[in-house]
């Protein structure tokens, strides 16, 4: 078993909206020609630093080569609804662990003091991004994403319409928790010149 067919057995949930869309033989031949694109692309961009690596192969590259080779079969909407179906499934699943961490006492302060080391260790420079980091304040984070790899790769592929399928789906993870408030004026992926995250509690 090669890489990309490792990537793509993870990719369960995006398989079981092909197979909602499609007879499964018609579904099968699809997920194998998706998955020989995908091995195309992660040799073209092998190079990638390791930390870019993180996002291009395990989110970025699967989610384009699905959508590419369905596209070519479907047409863009139907191949688009089947990446945000999976996108929307997926984020339910985080949400509503996350639901149950955020009524324990205290979890919501905690969750907002990790945001601080997490979403610098996921989006440093050398993993492909640039942002803006606001001065801490209690009971609050804030940060500015000015350019990405969703961004840039998927526009690289001809799919920046794909883009907003993931900066979309922080607002489906952190827009609805208990105890916290989730704020967002734009998106890269949306034709703003930032991503601004502004977490706070309730």
Known sequence: MNHAEKIMRKKAVIKAELDRALPRARSDTLWREATAKLD???????????????????????????YLTVKDALGPEKAYRIIEDAAIQGCAEIEKKLRKL?????????????????????????????NVFYPKRKGEYRMDITACPYCRTFTELG????????????????????????????????????????????
């Open 102 to 130: 955020m009524r324990l006492p205290g979890m919501p302060d905690l969750f907002i003091k990790a945001w601080d080391p997490l979403t610098k260790k996921m989006f440093a420079a050398g993993n492909g991004f640039r």
């Open 159 to 202: 799919c920046p319409e794909l883009t907003k399928i993931f900066c979309e789906n922080d607002e489906r993870i952190y827009g609805r928790l208990p105890g916290l408030v989730f704020r967002r004026t734009g998106t890269l992926g949306k034709g703003a010149e930032r991503c601004d995250f502004h977490l706070r509690k309730a």
């Open 40 to 66: 195309g692309l992660l040799e073209r961009y092998s190079a990638l630093p390791r930390g870019v690596h993180m996002h291009t192969d395990s989110r970025i590259l699967p989610s384009a080569a699905v």
